[in-house]
């Protein structure tokens, strides 16, 4: 059914209504298991959404935002309003472990019954921020990126959990952070290739060295490898600051994409990763743009795949 925003949206768990006002869970299917799940039509990896949540219970309910869900899995994220015995939750839904709490604030007792609070979150490669009322209150970083672009709402307890005025503002490309030493020939590889490539597959490509502001640029680095939706790293120099970062990435289980000139030796660590060779040369350009784009779409593709059509 649709909503005054003109929304379709599906009931996967738990009793909703979806009148013209806003979406309301009415209670659980199963009073053993009082959980509900509404996924919406839209889909959202890098931006906004923002609902006005009202429980009517907050010491038994809880109202969220939901993002990431993966069709195939059940998983996904969430970031709002009680469960845990707090005010402001953001958490996981991982399938066969149930629900793991990411982070959280305030005691359940500081929300009210029955009042509405203005919930937004804010989520760019695999940075979540919460705020309630216009208070910023959590800024985290997700253990692993979002696995599908589907959103909805989350419930649980017997209700009712009205959300209203529920809104989705995207922000900006999806992000490749390139990981690179700051020398020629790599300079003209990524000016050349890289960044023609991305931004020819709707990704904002940048390096650290994109970034002009004071501060530390270690900073800079691990905000871009964490806001980032897929690392694009050239790892022929045995550079010590290319493979902390690249490192950083795989811990972080963050898409990466390897690149480097044919014939090298990559070290045992790497070897067992995909890596795109190529030649320094101009018949090797037209090579590892292919390469690159068929990659960048895998990776793209496997997170749109994962989320309703």
């Not at 009415?26 to 959202?44: H, I, M």
């Not at 219970?57 to 969430?78: F, H, K, M």
Request: net charge negative.
């Amino acid at each position: 059914m649709s909503n005054g925003n003109r929304l379709t949206w599906a009931a996967i768990s738990g009793t909703w209504s979806f009148p013209e006002s806003g979406v309301e869970y009415t209670g659980p299917e199963d009073a053993s298991q009082p959980v509900g799940v509404a996924l919406s039509s839209r889909r959202l990896r890098n931006g906004r959404m923002s609902a006005s949540i009202r429980l009517r219970n907050p010491a038994e309910d809880a109202g969220r935002l939901l993002l990431g869900y993966n069709t195939v899995t059940g998983g996904y994220y969430s970031a709002g309003l009680g469960g845990y015995g707090r005010a402001y939750v953001i958490d996981e839904h991982v399938p066969g472990r149930r629900w793991q709490a990411i982070a959280h604030e305030g005691h359940v007792s500081q929300l009210g019954g029955s009042t509405a609070y203005d919930v937004q979150v804010e989520i760019g490669g695999q940075r979540l921020r919460l705020g309630v009322d216009g208070i910023d209150l959590l800024d985290r970083h997700l253990p692993h990126p979002l696995e599908g672009y589907q959103a909805g709402l989350f419930a649980w307890g017997a209700g009712p959990v009205t959300f209203e005025n529920v809104i989705w503002s995207a922000v900006g490309r999806p992000r490749a952070f390139v990981v690179m030493e700051f020398t020629e020939p790599f300079d003209s590889l990524y000016a050349e290739v890289i960044r023609p490539v991305c931004e020819d597959l709707e990704l904002e490509p940048y390096r650290a060295d994109d970034v002009f502001r004071p501060g530390l640029i270690l900073q800079d680095i691990i905000s871009g490898l964490v806001e980032s939706d897929v690392i694009i790293a050239e790892i022929t120099p045995a550079n010590a600051n290319v493979f902390y970062e690249l490192g950083y990435a795989h811990a972080r289980n963050t898409p990466t994409v390897l690149l480097a000139r044919r014939n090298g030796t990559l070290p045992f660590d790497i070897s067992g990763h995909r890596v795109i060779f190529y030649d320094d040369s101009i018949r090797g350009k037209p090579e590892v743009e292919t390469a690159l784009k068929r990659h960048l779409r895998s990776i793209l593709r496997e997170h749109q795949d994962t989320s309703i059509a």
